[in-house]
């Protein structure tokens, strides 16, 4: 399921062959948050903001428009208050 959806979504060989480790932490993370499968946009969006946030923090910085999508997604803004 992982795999497939990092495949579409444009992720090379390498790239999965270095998250392939932490495929079992995300299931986990899904499955705690109540989605079993991709079969709903949510989990979709969910599955693509755990990947994001798994990314360095060095890469997070050179691509702002991942913080961005991040913000917006969880609602957090600098120095982490939820803002509803």
Same mark, same amino acid.
């Given at each position: 399921m992982i795999e497939t959806f990092l495949l579409h979504s444009?992720?090379?060989e390498p790239s999965l062959r270095a998250?392939?480790?932490e495929y079992d932490r995300i299931i986990r993370r899904m499955r705690e948050r109540g989605f079993g499968d991709l079969s709903s946009d949510?989990?979709?969006?969910?599955?693509?903001? %755990? %990947?994001?946030q798994m990314r360095l923090p060095e890469v997070r910085r050179d691509y702002p428009e991942t913080e961005h999508y991040l913000r917006n997604a969880t609602r957090v803004r600098n120095g982490g208050k939820w803002k509803p």
């Open positions: 444009g992720y090379t998250m392939r480790p949510m989990a979709v969006t969910e599955l693509d903001s %755990i %990947i994001l």
